[in-house]
């Protein structure tokens, strides 16, 4: 079956520290992969994402690969901000009708000053 | 300004009560979901639907219900045969068809059943 695994956290960093939150997934076929953010008492945002083999995502200074020979798809930022606080998800579609995500337990981050 | 609202962003219930959220969209998406969010684990699916007047069960349907009457609108039922209804609520929605799109969350209703 279709699953994801991230990195546990917590991750406490220092301010312009880089960032690094492991993704791995199994599925068959060829899923599209996401990262959400979910910042203190909302919903989920979409922050980046990427639909076929060495696709790389990028927005807001955060990047992640598609690494089907890894099944990976990590999360990076190369200087956090206090900003960046927040629990983030890596996700899969599988590609099929009912475009159902499949959510990873969530990693949160904290940022210090 | 296109989104998803929920309401009411606290709820509180005593158990043995059945309690509806409300979820509604206007960004003329034709599928909509459910999800249930506890501490220490992802989301989960409980309900989704891909047009009006139809709907699946996700992977933890027990104890919900959903109508689809109206695209804008995806209300949950949490029912008293719940077993652990105390959580995190979200509401997504999305484009039916194509490739790639994403899902659209609302801001979600924390649900605590004493």
Redesign the interface.
Same mark, same amino acid.
């Given at each position: 079956g279709n699953s994801v695994t991230q990195m546990e956290g917590p991750v406490t960093l220092s301010e312009e520290a880089f960032l690094t939150i492991n993704c791995t997934y199994t599925a068959t076929g060829y899923p599209s992969l996401f990262w959400y953010v979910q910042y203190p008492g909302e919903g989920l945002q979409l922050l980046l994402k990427a639909t076929k083999a060495d696709d790389k995502g990028s927005n807001k200074g955060f990047e992640a690969t598609y690494r089907k020979e890894t099944t990976s798809f990590h999360l990076e930022k190369g200087s956090v901000q206090v900003s960046d606080s927040a629990v983030y998800f890596c996700a899969l579609r599988y590609q099929t009708g009912a475009n159902n995500l499949f959510f990873g337990t969530g990693t949160r981050l904290t940022v210090i000053p | 300004d296109g989104g998803?609202t929920?309401s009411p962003k606290y709820l509180f219930r005593k158990e043995g009560q059945n309690v509806t959220l409300s979820c509604e969209q206007n960004l003329n998406h034709d599928?909509m979901?459910w *999800?249930r969010q506890d501490p /220490? +684990? /992802?989301?989960?699916?409980i309900y *989704?639907s +891909?047009i009006v007047n139809d709907f699946?069960k /996700?992977d933890i349907a027990e104890g919900y219900s959903v109508s689809r009457e109206k695209k804008e609108s995806f209300p949950l039922t949490v029912t008293s045969a719940q077993k652990n209804p105390t959580a995190f609520y979200?509401c997504?929605s999305?484009l039916?068809g194509g +490739?790639? *799109?994403? +899902? *659209?969350? /609302?801001?979600?209703t924390r649900l605590t059943v004493t």
């Open positions: - | 998803i929920q599928a979901y *999800y /220490g +684990q /992802g989301l989960r699916l *989704y +891909q699946q /996700g979200l997504a999305t039916a +490739q790639s *799109y994403e +899902q *659209y969350f /609302g801001p979600g």
